[in-house]
């Protein structure tokens, strides 16, 4: 059946508040092609009360593309069934670090690294746990021709270790040899669907930029990383009770803000897998 829906953007250049849709219901194709078009129009989309199981939110990842696995996180276990591609996001009093508490675009240290993350949470602190988005199309936009020109020649190395070796070390879950993604990418991509250019390096998977002397690499990154952080590229959504947020991790990054503690937040992610950053 064909839902009618609306898209309330958050700012000029990012967001859109969905109204009128219920995903606990299979999209017809029209209603998924305008949904699909509006997800790359406003890079991060945000839905309210959506109460949905774990395979109405598998199923609706599905309409995107197929679903990623995470390197490193243990498949999800409900009622003695594991849900590999369901990661399950979770602090509280015992936590001691949040991993996407830092400009980043997710798992960005895979070969193919995700096209959109659907995120749902069920448990909200009493206030703060908010997420922001930057779109990095207006990032890349915003910088000087010369300053494109020189960025546009250069990949990045993004690596999983120092990350996924540090979580899995608080989980319990730490093997000393295991091997994480690493991989290089240009620093500005095209994305696939729109043709547009995206900055595409941040803080928790760029290591550093190839075939640049270390002190250049580690000065380009921070002037990046100063640039990205502009409020004028930004969003910011404030969550309630089984509020979905999906981003699109081809030209946004996002810093989910752990202001919270000791209070709980906790939800569940599909991830869609992306194609190779070019
Ligand atoms: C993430 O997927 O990086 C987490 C986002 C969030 O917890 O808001």
Not at 56 to 75: E, M, T, V, W, Y
Not at 167 to 177: M, P, T, V
Not at 200 to 214: G, M
């Given at each position: 059946m064909?839902q009618h ?8 250049t ?5 109204v009128g ?9 029209e ?10 129009d406003?890079k991060?989309l945000f839905f ?12 609706f990842?599905?309409?995107f593309?197929?679903l990623?696995?995470?390197?490193s996180a ?19 009093e015992?936590?001691?670090?949040t991993?996407?508490d ?6 960005s ?5 995700p096209?959109?993350?659907?995120l ?8 703060g746990g908010?997420?922001?988005f930057?779109?990095m ?5 915003a ?5 494109k ?10 690596d999983?270790a ?7 070390k608080?989980r319990?879950n730490f093997?000393?040899d295991k ?6 990418h240009?620093?500005?991509r095209?994305?696939?669907e729109?043709?547009?250019k ?6 928790a998977?760029t290591?550093?930029i190839?075939?640049v002397p270390?002190?250049e690499?580690?000065a ?7 640039h ?6 930004q969003c910011?959504f ?6 979905i947020?999906m ?6 990054l996002?810093?989910?803000m752990?202001?919270?503690?000791p209070?709980v ?7 869609v897998?992306g194609?190779?950053?070019?």
């Amino acid at each position: 059946m064909t839902q009618h829906f609306e898209i309330e953007p958050v700012t000029p250049t990012i967001g859109g508040n969905v109204v009128g849709l219920d995903l606990s219901q299979p999209l017809s194709d029209e209603t998924f092609e305008q949904l699909h078009a509006a997800f790359l129009d406003r890079k991060a989309l945000f839905f309210r009360d959506q109460d949905i199981s774990l395979e109405q939110h598998k199923a609706f990842g599905r309409r995107f593309g197929d679903l990623h696995i995470h390197p490193s996180a243990r498949p999800y276990k409900a009622d003695g069934v594991e849900h590999p591609e369901i990661l399950f996001l979770h602090a509280d009093e015992k936590t001691t670090r949040t991993a996407g508490d830092t400009w980043h675009s997710d798992v960005s240290c895979d070969p193919e690294p995700p096209m959109a993350s659907i995120l749902r949470l069920v448990k909200i602190p009493p206030s703060g746990g908010d997420t922001l988005f930057a779109c990095m199309y207006s990032a890349y936009d915003a910088l000087s021709e010369p300053m494109k020109q020189y960025l546009g020649e250069l990949t990045a190395i993004h690596d999983g270790a120092s990350n996924y070796r540090d979580r899995a070390k608080r989980r319990d879950n730490f093997i000393e040899d295991k091997e994480y993604p690493r991989n290089g990418h240009p620093v500005v991509r095209t994305h696939p669907e729109t043709g547009e250019k995206a900055l595409y390096v941040n803080t928790a998977f760029t290591s550093h930029i190839d075939a640049v002397p270390k002190a250049e690499s580690d000065a380009v990154l921070a002037f990046l990383y100063q640039h990205i952080s502009n409020a004028a590229f930004q969003c910011r959504f404030q969550w309630t009770e089984n509020a979905i947020a999906m981003w699109d991790n081809r030209c946004t990054l996002h810093h989910a803000m752990w202001d919270y503690y000791p209070n709980v937040r906790s939800g569940f992610r599909v991830t869609v897998q992306g194609d190779k950053p070019l």
